[in-house]
């Protein structure tokens, strides 16, 4: 399985934009890019996913490179529910999701 | 339209015991995957289940078992219990087809002792 490289943690103040990234310089041409985040206490929720254009839906924005080797999920006005955990997963014809340790963002009032 | 559910919520088992847990899919999935997460840890795919098949596995041995059933509700089955299989299972439900979004229930917190 491609893999994806995530830092540990992030931080950023309520109502402010937030730029998560992600690298996954192994990425095949039929691999999908999905992020999903987890709550504390709460099973992963689908956030978005895309291959190869950005992508917008109601709870953030995927901006894809050209090259597809790296990828950011963009919230646009951060709020105290949006702290958890973002995971940042390709996903390839099984649909296997493999997780990483994910990226802990953490937002201050 | 009803989410995806598990039960039980939590569970307590002894080394060595046998343990059953349950998925609700959403309505209309035909694909069950389950996952174990350790505490600190991301999930970890254990099995998939489209139609009633396992279709596809991960590093996990044998005594990890599953059922998909026709209603689409499903069943991790565990034999011979060890203190590591002490962790959060969590069940997803989809629609086959890679690109689709997977639903996750809120998980059973299993402890061995």
């Known amino acids: 399985d491609a893999k994806t490289t995530q830092p540990n943690s992030m931080e950023s103040n309520e109502e402010e934009p937030v730029h998560l990234p992600c690298n996954h310089s192994t990425i095949s041409g039929t691999d999908y890019i999905h992020w999903y985040r987890q709550l504390p206490s709460q099973g992963p929720e689908y956030v978005i996913h895309g291959l190869t254009s950005n992508v917008n839906n109601r709870m953030a924005s995927l901006a894809i490179a050209e090259d597809r080797k790296s990828s950011t999920l963009i919230l646009h006005r951060a709020t105290l529910r949006d702290a958890a955990v973002y995971y940042c997963i390709l996903v390839g014809a099984n649909s296997k999701l493999t997780f990483g340790k994910g990226i802990t963002l953490s937002v201050r009032p | 339209e009803t989410g995806v559910t598990q039960s039980p919520t939590h569970l307590i088992k002894t080394r060595g015991q046998q343990v059953t847990l349950r998925c609700s899919s959403q309505s209309g999935h035909n694909t069950v995957s389950w996952y174990q997460q350790a505490l600190g840890q991301g999930p970890q795919f254990i099995f998939q289940?489209?139609?009633?098949?396992?279709?596809g596995r991960g590093n996990f041995p044998p005594r990890f078992s599953g059922l998909q059933f026709p209603n689409y509700s499903s069943e991790l089955n565990v034999n011979a219990l060890e203190l590591d299989d002490s962790a959060l299972y969590l069940c997803?439900?989809?629609?086959?087809?890679?690109?689709?979004?997977?639903?996750f229930g809120p998980g059973t917190r299993l402890t061995v002792l």
């Open positions: 997803a439900s989809s629609i086959r087809d890679f690109y689709n979004e997977q639903f």
């Open positions: 289940y489209y139609r009633e098949e396992e279709n």
